[in-house]
Every structure is written in structure tokens, then in C-alpha cells.
């Protein structure tokens, strides 16, 4: 039963996403708002719902652990198994904005997570407000610079949910909302059992199985453009994605419920957290030796497997 429920949460997870970002999209349109802006903000608060709604249930279920493994288990999959397959198939460009902007970025965030979460084991609500007031700031120089820049990549905006109708984008709303919802409470009680049958902690499964659940979609979409031959994914989206987990996602729930390190997993500050800061940082090394601004097959090889090897640590 708990597996169906994890299987069951992930896809209605899946489905409400999907739903909400076209709904969002759509609206925004409506709106008479940018296509950048649409592409740079919206779709990706909307693509962070899934890991929202999952944090904030286990936050309010008093599961902190898996408000804290769903996004550092998320953020290491997103370079170790979504960027490390995604390079397997094709050699991947890299924009030399990626270490001039969004990586100190991602750096900084992920620093000011391990520093808020060391001071008292506790992400308070102000903590939460600063991470997200961050994410507030970033967003506004981005598109401040892609405003500048004549090569930005918004193919994900399609610009035909511009013409679908308000009773349409009322009923993906719908759709979307109660997905996610649906989704976020089967998957983390199909987790809570899941932990107990096996043996290992819900933090464990958390940054493992929901991590890895909820980048499915990246996973997918990235090996499908790569398989056909097309850019198959811009690594400023990925850290965009990693910005958004720890700023949006962790910054909101604390906000609205702070989150509380359980002392029975050590783990999250002595090492899984040192794993997401060493997965970030081993990036700009990666795309500058030996070919520069390029992210090959031997260094996604090297990347999956630091991947493979971290899964595996953290489920012994």
C-alpha cells in the first residue's frame, strides 16, 4: 500500500504540475504580462509546486525531515542524475552568465541554508523571509539583465495558452490545485510507510525516492530534447531550479511553519547538506577543465556516478 501511495502521490504530483504551469501561463497572458517575465517567474514558481505542496504537508505533518531531504535530495539530482544523464547523451554549452550570476547565486543559498539550519537547528520564519525576499531580489536583476540580453531561450512559454479560454485556465486551476494536493498528502503518507516497512528514517526516503520522484519531469523532458538532438537543457535553468527549492520552497514553508532539524538524523547538517554544496560547487571546475563552457560525456559519467554513490550512502 505504501508504495502504491508513493506511485499514486507522484504522479497526481506530475499531472497537477502540468496543469498549473499551463493554467499560470495562460493567465499571465491574460494579464497582459511579458513573455520574459512569464518565463523567468512564473513558470518556475509554478514547476516548484509540486516540492512546495510536499514540503509544506510534512512541515504541517510535523515531518520536517522530509521538508528538508524532498530539496536537498531535489537539488543533488537535478546536477547529479538530471544534468549527468542529460550530458551521457549529448555534450552540453554553458553561458558564461552561468558563473558570473546564477552560480554565486546558488551558492549563496545553499551556504545560507546550512548556516541558518546550524545556528539552532531551526529554519524560523524570518530565516524564511530572508531566503525568499533573496529569491525576490535575484529574480528582479535576471530579468533586469535579460532585458539586455537578445539571447534568451523562453521556448517553454507557449504562446498559444495565450488564446485558450478563462473557463479553461478556471478549470487546469482546479485540476492543478487539487493534484498537488492529493499528490503532496498520498506521497508523504505513502513515505511515512514506506520508512517504517523497510527500516530506514523518513529523511532517508525523503532525499532519495521523493527526491528523485519529483525531478522526474526534468529528467524526462531533458533526455527527450537530448535524444532529439535539440538543446537539451540550459544549466542556468537547473540552478534556477536549485535557487527556487531552498528560496521559494524551503523560504515559504518556514514562513509559514518553521523547520525543525529532527536530531535522530544528524545526517541532514554532517553530510547530505555538504553533498548539495559539493554537487554546486564542482560545476564551475567542471566548465572551465579541460574544455571550457562545455559539460561533456566523461564529466556527466563522473556526475551520475557521484550520484549512484550518494543514493547508495544514503540508504545503507
Known amino acids: 500500500m505504501s508504495i502504491f501511495l508513493v506511485i499514486a502521490g507522484l504522479a497526481l504530483l506530475v499531472v497537477g504540475g502540468d496543469f498549473l504551469v499551463r493554467a499560470s501561463v495562460g493567465l499571465s497572458f491574460k494579464l497582459k504580462i511579458s513573455k520574459l517575465v512569464i518565463g523567468m517567474t512564473v513558470v518556475s514558481f509554478a514547476t516548484s509546486a509540486p516540492e512546495l505542496l510536499v514540503s509544506l504537508q ?76 533573496g529569491l525576490i531580489g535575484f529574480l528582479v536583476i535576471l530579468i533586469r539583465n535579460s532585458r539586455k540580453s537578445s539571447r534568451v531561450n523562453l521556448e517553454e512559454v507557449d504562446e498559444a495558452l495565450a488564446e485558450v479560454s478563462n473557463f479553461k485556465i ?55 530534447a537530448a535524444l ?10 537547473l540552478i534556477g531550479s536549485n535557487i527556487f527549492n531552498i528560496a521559494s520552497v524551503l523560504g515559504l514553508t518556514s514562513i ?42 566523461l564529466k556527466g559519467v563522473l556526475l551520475f556516478g557521484a550520484y549512484i554513490l550518494f543514493i547508495f550512502l544514503a540508504l545503507k
Not at 478549470?171 to 505513502?190: M, N, P, Q, R, T
Not at 532539524?261 to 577543465?289: D, K, Y
Request: aromatic share 12%; charged share 15%; hydrophobic share 55%.
Open 58 to 133: 510534512a512541515a504541517l505533518d510535523g515531518i520536517s525531515d522530509i521538508s528538508l531531504g524532498n530539496v536537498i535530495g531535489s537539488n543533488i539530482a537535478n546536477i547529479g542524475l538530471v544534468l549527468g544523464i542529460t550530458a551521457i547523451i549529448t555534450p552540453l554549452a554553458v553561458d558564461r552568465d552561468f558563473y558570473r550570476f546564477n552560480w554565486p547565486m546558488m551558492m549563496i543559498a545553499s551556504f545560507a541554508l546550512y548556516f541558518f539550519l546550524k545556528n539552532d537547528n531551526v529554519l524560523t520564519s524570518l530565516e524564511g523571509l530572508i531566503l525568499f525576499f
Open 256 to 297: 509559514i511553519k518553521p523547520i525543525v532539524v529532527n536530531p535522530q538524523t544528524p545526517e541532514i547538517l554532517s553530510t547530505n547538506i555538504f553533498w548539495m554544496i559539493g554537487f554546486a560547487f564542482i560545476l564551475v571546475p567542471f566548465i572551465l577543465i579541460p574544455k571550457r563552457f562545455e559539460i561533456g560525456r
Open 228 to 237: 532529439k538532438s535539440e538543446k537539451a537543457i540550459s544549466l542556468g535553468n
Open 170 to 224: 478556471i478549470i487546469w486551476l482546479l485540476i492543478g490545485f487539487a493534484g498537488l494536493y492529493y499528490g503532496s498528502e498520498w506521497l508523504v503518507d505513502g513515505a511515512k510507510q514506506l520508512a517504517k516497512a523497510v527500516g530506514i528514517s523518513d529523511y532517508a526516503i525523503s532525499v532519495t525516492v521523493i527526491a528523485i520522484g519529483t525531478s522526474v519531469p526534468e529528467l524526462a523532458a531533458s533526455v527527450i
